[in-house]
């Protein structure tokens, strides 16, 4: 069984040659915060833990700094390569079975982790199951435990675990994901060991890898600091670096401006602030994998909703209401104004991943079909008010809930959409919250460099939104759902998949489970001095390793 490629090779590469939206030319001025790679980002970890950081979380961006895992992705390509295990298993060299069930790791020699214990096989399994243990409810572990059934450690340096199905995306959607990440075993026992349930007081706010940085300090609400790993076994990194805590988005744009940060959030509103900026540059290419997206939820409880909202629990069990909702959303001003016009109409899979297709159905604004639905499903006399959570000062997820409020109190004065805004950690506890205690929520999606996961979180009946949210309460038939998207996910046919995927592009068209509010387009903001910027939507974050400074 090989593994499937499902991003083009032009769609998976972000290379940047610097454009001339960047105000200066690449490498002028004068190169500031020598020796330290700068990058602001909007929030901080939630947990620097692989068994305790969210799913989407800012703690998976550290992770990918100082953790390394059993196989990476290059920045060109959606191919893995080889890390801490020395290849990558394939049928063609034997080290995946013949039925496709056992995967076996060559592990490399002479690897240290941080805190200079040497890696070995023992710590790959620990690792792993470490993580399903612990099984953390904010944590990523059903990644791991939905598919494994065993691991095992053959000998020093070889580490097998089997699955309890062919999965042709095991490789790029489970070993490479953070709750897969090689922790020290020493560290972790020396330091209150692993408890079920139980988070790791000493891993949530440190980290023990193998990786080419070492994480130094954590100073909350300001900064976390990163030193390069002089004994990395591959190539050390040219700089140190340095996460500045940055919820503020103007001081992000000034910062950059004052060449204090190297590298921002990649937001399309800061491109109109700093494109006439001396020595900054931008990469607009490609996708971020990570659709806009607005939730609606089917397991409502109503003592959790806020006072002021008047909908019923079965509210969004009703597919025309849904689908009003849908109509109803201004996908053009999402684009233009919301994205700065870096964006597309979104289908339920991003562009170019195996499965995607362009002339799949997608809603577009219809006033006079949402009233239609509304009027038929008796709510356009009865009205409503509903609340919206997002994360404050969010320029992006924002605009997604307030066009929606915008259009649906224009078409209906007798409906009131409140967009409530929070701050990141009171979202990500209500996110983690079953039952979730908002009737919408809005947020980007994780990217899956397989649609296999992609569907099963965000769209299956009995996935990780589907069961929170209840999607089979609204779902016309939500074993058909199920079936396909299993069917889909199981296969080793490259042409079946994409077929099933086609078809089920259609089904979750006719009976919305979200508003896929546009697919964001990719623009990275640096500092022109930054060296062979590159970049890969797979990553969840650039990665400081691969850079150097002019100067």
Known sequence: ???????????????????????????SGEVKNSGVFVHALGGEPESLDPAGATDGGYGNRAIIQVYDYLIDLPPDSAEPIPMLATEVPTLENGLVSEDGLTYTFPIREGVTFHDGTDLTAEDVKYSWDRVMTMNLPEGQASKLSDVITETRVVDDYTFEVEIARPASWFLTTVVYSPPAAIVSQDAVEENGGVVEGEPNEFMTTNMVGTGPYRFISWERGEQLTFEKNEDYWGEVPALDARWEVSPDNSVQVLGMQAGDFDLIEPTPQFVTELQNSDNICFDDSGFLLEPLHLAFNLNIDPRELPDSDTIPP????????????????????????????FGAHATYLPPDVLGSDPDAPKYSQDLDEAERLFRESGWWDRGFEVSILVEENNPTFTPVGLI??????????????????????QFDEAHSQTPFPYAMWIKNADPFVDPALFMSTYFH???????????????????????????????????????????????????????????????????????????????????????????
């Not at 940047?16 to 490498?27: H, L, M, V, Y």
């Not at 597919?319 to 909702?325: D, E, G, I, L, N």
């Not at 929606?404 to 950690?425: G, H, I, S």
């Open 1 to 27: 069984m090989s593994v499937a490629l499902v991003l083009l090779a032009a769609a998976c590469t972000n290379t940047a040659t610097p454009t001339s939206e960047g105000g200066g030319d690449t490498g």
């Open 314 to 341: 079965d509210f969004f069990h009703d597919v025309r209401v849904r689908k009003a909702f849908n109509y109803a959303f201004d996908y053009d001003a999402m684009i233009d104004a919301g994205l700065e016009g």
């Open 404 to 425: 929606l409020k915008d259009a649906l109190e224009d078409m209906n004065p007798e409906f009131r959409v409140n967009v409530v805004q929070v701050a990141e950690t």
């Open 461 to 551: 009946p009995d996935g990780e939104w589907g069961e929170r949210h209840g999607f089979r309460n609204g779902y016309e038939n939500p074993d058909l759902i199920a079936s396909e998207i299993d069917r889909a996910a199981f296969s080793t046919d490259i042409e079946e998949r994409e077929e099933i995927y086609h078809e089920l592009l259609a089904l979750l068209y006719e009976d919305p489970m979200w508003i896929w509010a546009a697919d964001e387009a990719n623009v990275q903001i640096f500092q022109c001095w930054v060296q062979d910027f590159v970049y890969n939507p797979l990553w969840v974050m650039p990665r400081w390793a691969f850079y150097n400074k002019a100067g």
